[in-house]
């Protein structure tokens, strides 16, 4: 399948991806950007694939994030 790169290429899209469970074999659907996990997802057996730092891939989330941190030391 052709993926589309380019001016869409900012835009990154949560997909989602089949991960093998390295507990007991079965396939977890995942959502990843960059073959990295956005979020955590468990699986029926109780693991849990954790999501994986993908900001560096999206400006946009960074800066907002570093925004909420400065919130929160204003307020303390
Ligand atoms: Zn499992």
């Known amino acids: 399948m052709a993926v589309l790169e380019g001016c869409e290429a900012?835009?990154?899209?949560?997909?989602?991806?089949?991960?093998?469970?390295?507990?007991?074999g079965e396939d977890v659907e995942v959502f990843?950007?960059?073959?990295?996990?956005?979020?955590?997802?468990?699986c029926d057996c109780g693991y849990v694939f954790r999501a994986e730092d993908?900001?560096?891939?999206?400006?946009?989330i960074k800066s907002q994030?570093?925004?909420?941190?400065?919130?929160?030391k204003e307020e303390e």
Do not use: H, M, Q
């Open 54 to 60: 993908w900001s560096d891939e999206v400006p946009a």
């Open 65 to 72: 994030k570093k925004k909420e941190e400065k919130k929160e």
């Open 10 to 24: 900012k835009f990154k899209t949560p997909v989602l991806e089949e991960r093998k469970c390295p507990e007991c």
């Open 32 to 42: 990843t950007v960059n073959g990295k996990i956005t979020a955590d997802s468990a």
